[in-house]
């Protein structure tokens, strides 16, 4: 028989095979949640139109759109928690 000089090892060892059905369970939920976020993505994309921000339409409203073209703004914009002004 082979000694040690760690006299938890088999406790450790049992810990450890108790505690694979929860990793499974873990591993499994966070692969659902990355399929159900993959799909949403694609649905989003099926879904998602460019239009022109110049020439807003009815038919686009409450419909995700997607829009390129440059902003403005009439004041700085600051975040007070972090001090930066932009």
Known sequence: MYKTDDPHGIALMMLGLFL??????LLWK??????????????????CT??????????????????TGMTSNSEDLCDAEFAVVA
Do not use: C, G, M
């Not at 966070?30 to 879904?47: D, G, S």
């Not at 022109?52 to 829009?67: A, G, R, T």
């Open 30 to 47: 966070n692969e659902k949640k990355a399929v159900t976020f993959a799909k949403l993505i694609v649905r989003a994309r099926k879904a």
């Open 50 to 67: 460019s239009v022109d921000p110049n020439k807003p339409n009815e038919v686009s409203d409450y419909n995700l759109v997607h829009i």
């Open 20 to 25: 694979i059905p929860f990793s499974q369970v």
